[in-house]
Nanobody, 116 residues
Framework: VQLQASGGGLVQPGGSLRLSCAAS????????ISWFRQAPGKQRELVAD?????SYADSVKGRFTISRDNAKNTVYLQMNSLKSEDTAVYYC?????????????WGQGTQVTVSS
């Protein structure tokens, strides 16, 4: 399993970015892919996944949207109304099997910097 995250960059507060996570290999459904982020000096945190049709960290609810293209084995994270506190490295993760019993697979991360 390989995950390739892309789409990060520098954006002004209030701006938007769309991250992509392209999956290859033995993927059994891209709905098992979720987005995490890690800011400097902080622990990695779950941002969004497909639980209940779409579950989000409280800090991003109403601003971020997770979606997928099954045909392309790709998951997206649309990020709107970005704030400086959204600055972090964003990672996608594939959870294999029930309760990730088959392992967790991580993409390489893409940097998002929100600054004026």
């Amino acid at each position: 399993v390989q995950l390739q995250a892309s789409g990060g960059g520098l954006v002004q507060p209030g701006g938007s970015l769309r991250l992509s996570c392209a999956a290859s290999g033995s993927i059994f459904g891209v709905n098992a892919i979720s987005w995490f982020r890690q800011a400097p000096g902080k622990q990695r945190e779950l941002v969004a996944d497909f639980g209940s049709g779409g579950s989000y960290a409280d800090s991003v609810k109403g601003r971020f949207t997770i979606s997928r293209d099954n045909a392309k084995n790709t998951v997206y994270l649309q990020m709107n109304s970005l704030k400086s506190e959204d600055t972090a490295v964003y990672y996608c993760r594939y959870c294999s099997g029930n309760w990730c019993s088959g392992g967790n697979y991580w993409g390489q991360g893409t940097q998002v910097t929100v600054s004026s």
